[in-house]
């Protein structure tokens, strides 16, 4: 009887042992959780957008003629601040699906395009890539960590000059920001081996083709203002012949020009 009792008050010494254990447990990662947290309160809703963006891409993808999204362009996206791209006064829709605008008549590209175009292009860890419309500088801040080199070019220049602060201040070291007309390209920082182009001319720009290096391809909404834009993929083989397609119907603002 004696032995039996003490086995049970054995057993109940280490049934609170292992309760209080596991409780201890459960504090260091309650409290491991509140510090992310604090390190990073957007993190849950980035994570959430990103699995969102994941979904839809498995529904949309038949036009890319690809199953899925790549999962490093997925990670770069679940890395990448937006709440630091858009204005103060709009950080509570820092991480919906969803353009903002940013100023000057300019947006801040839905995440779902900006995940999507960047897709487009396949990048690799060697590529030099040109963006035409830096705009906040989302995309690039997206784009940057897959590819060796970033040249951006913004033609609105308070824009151009703020976002390359920005980028600068959040260490991406491998983007190059120049104010100017991102019709004509920038033919001192290519060829490029992929080419983004984030506002919208009524045609695929000559000098955008010609820095275009063989096998590179180039992602551009075609279209006017208050006509339809479609998201066209342009491909350059190795022999230098060049096809388009037309992929979907989207909506971005006009490409500006110099002057105009």
């Known amino acids: 009887m004696f032995r039996g009792i003490q086995r049970r008050r054995h057993r109940r010494g280490r049934g609170a042992l292992l309760r209080a254990g596991l409780a201890v447990v459960a504090l260091i990662l309650t409290g491991a959780a509140a510090a992310s947290a604090a390190e990073d309160p957007f993190a849950e809703r980035r994570a959430a957008l990103t699995r969102s963006i994941e979904r839809l891409a498995a529904a949309v993808y038949p036009v ?7 999962p490093q362009v997925l990670a770069a996206l679940e890395e ?36 999507f175009m960047t897709d487009l292009l396949e990048p690799e860890p060697d590529d030099i890539v040109l963006e035409v419309g830096t705009g906040s500088g989302y995309q690039a801040a997206v784009l940057a960590p897959l590819v060796r080199r970033l040249c951006t070019i913004e033609i609105v220049e308070p824009l151009g000059r703020s976002a390359a602060a920005r980028l600068a201040r959040l260490g991406y070291d491998n983007v190059a ?13 290519g060829p490029f081996d992929s080419i983004d182009v984030t506002a919208a001319p009524g045609h695929v720009p000559p000098p955008l083709v010609r820095q275009l290096k063989p096998g590179g391809r180039m992602i551009i909404p ?8 479609q998201l066209v993929l342009v491909e350059k083989r190795a022999d230098g012949q060049v096809s388009t397609r037309q992929l979907m119907l989207v ?3 006009p490409l500006r020009r110099s002057g105009r």
């Open 64 to 70: 890319a003629g690809r199953a899925a999204m790549m």
């Open 80 to 115: 990448t601040p937006r709440h630091e791209f858009v204005p103060p006064k709009l950080v509570s829709l820092a991480y919906a699906n969803r353009p903002l605008p940013i100023g000057f008549g300019q947006t801040i590209s839905q995440p779902f395009i900006v995940a």
């Open 177 to 189: 920001v120049r104010i100017g007309d991102g019709y004509n390209g920038w033919e001192a920082c």
């Open 251 to 253: 909506r971005f603002v």
């Open 222 to 229: 075609v279209g006017g203002l208050f006509a339809p834009q």
